[in-house]
């Protein structure tokens, strides 16, 4: 199983990214996908998940800015990220959520992680 995320980069504040985790290895239509992010000398924190019947969640700190969503044919999750602010300045990691039964905005909630992908904001 492999997760592989993609199109972090630089961007002035007020300015939008579209991330992208794509899944390899086996099907994920069935699970819950989250995203998370962890800024230099701060904890994982969670940022956005969605359910696998498409129902969405968000931190209070990215509701209504960013947008969680699924593709299952091409088992790819997408985190649409706009007014973007330097405080979103982090690694942003996907990940599968695991079955345990943990909140699913703990990151010890989720069984499989991305590689991360850089997100830096300027001010």
């Known amino acids: 199983v492999q997760l592989q995320a993609s199109g972090g980069g630089l961007v002035q504040a007020g300015g939008s990214l579209r991330l992208s985790c794509a899944a390899s290895?086996?099907?994920?239509?069935?699970?819950?996908m989250g995203w998370f992010r962890q800024a230099p000398g701060k904890e994982r924190e969670f940022v956005a998940g969605?359910?696998?019947?498409?129902?969405?969640y968000y931190s209070d700190s990215v509701k209504g800015r960013f947008t969680i969503s699924r593709d299952n044919a091409k088992n790819t999750v997408y985190l649409q990220m706009d007014s973007l602010k330097p405080e979103d300045t982090a690694v942003y990691y996907c990940?599968?959520?695991?079955?345990?039964?943990?909140?699913?905005?703990?990151?010890?909630?989720?069984?499989?992680w991305g590689q991360g992908t850089q997100v830096t904001v300027s001010s």
């Open positions: 990940a599968v959520q695991g079955t345990r039964g943990s909140p699913a905005t703990l990151p010890l909630a989720y069984d499989y």
């Open positions: 290895g086996r099907t994920f239509s069935r699970d819950n």
């Open positions: 969605i359910r696998w019947n498409g129902s969405t």
